[in-house]
């Protein structure tokens, strides 16, 4: 397999053949996708600001420079790492074994055992996401539940009067969908979203003072359409989307001033197809998103 990567680049999180920078070291961003790994198995990357961490056949590779705090939570309780979510605000989230949701006002209360809310009574949580000022969580029925910053009501998805911004609550919109309940949620910036079991794509959020990522970004979701074919799979970053579609394409839309988008472009206010010549015995296989960067797993094609 192979990820190629595209975009921020400043602790060498992009380069696993390389060492972190230093404090006062900087490398330069990379502008389009250019392989960074290759081995038997490559699952998708988690990326954060500053590093990128990725399970291989020989275990996880790290690119970058990991902060003490993530090094030390990953060293304590790999599970609890493995699915933790941190907003911009600092604010975490983890799930624990027994699949109960327990927030904290920053990773190192949570470290140091400091006493946080427990939200208990929701249904079995499979994903928890996180955007600049607050959470969201799928459940495995395929219910999504929001909660953070009411000043930021857009991103919620839902009437606050049915419950506090600060506590889960259900995104009703998201419920008795055509094409199926929700497999999978994404977040960055001020926008989220959402993709069905027959691979719709829904988005939601915005902030007043930010350009939306899509265009008509409101606090309901909306189905968003990538040259009228279905989504695979998708990501968003602080400011851009990338999205596959089930015809084995790459569509990118958003900024693009770290060369997130792989484009030769500032910015794409429409959905921009990535051109990666790849031969037809490999198959794009998945996308990912960090704040921003951007990656696209291939698989090589067995005859």
Known sequence: MELYGTGFNAWNQLRFDCAA????EESDDIHSF???????????????LSYTSVETSSGVKTAG???????????LNAVVYTDFAEAANESVVAITDDGIIHQYASLKDLLDGRQGKMFAGLPAVK??????????????????????D?????????????????????????????????????????????LTEGNDLYAWGGHAARRSIVQDLTGDPT?????EDDIVDFDVGESHMIALTVSGDVFVIGENG???LG????????????DLDISSRRKIVGVAAGLRTSFILIQQQHS
């Open 258 to 260: 770290n060369g997130q």
């Open 21 to 24: 920078q230093g404090p006062d």
């Open 223 to 227: 189905p968003i359409i990538v040259e």
């Open 127 to 148: 994903q928890v996401i996180a955007y600049d000022t607050g959470f969201a969580a799928l459940s495995t029925t395929g219910q999504v539940w929001t909660w953070g």
């Open 150 to 194: 009411e000043r930021y009501g857009a991103c919620l998805g839902r009437d606050l009067a049915d419950s506090a911004a600060d506590e889960p609550g259900l995104v009703s919109a998201l419920e008795d969908l055509p094409t199926g309940p929700i497999t999978k949620i994404a977040a960055g910036g001020y926008a989220l979203a959402a």
């Open 34 to 48: 250019t392989c960074v790994l290759r081995d038997e198995l490559i699952g998708r990357p988690r990326s954060f």
């Open 65 to 75: 420079a990991v902060p003490s705090d993530h090094d030390r939570l990953g060293s």
């Open 263 to 274: 484009l030769d472009c500032k910015t794409a206010d429409s959905w921009m197809k990535v």
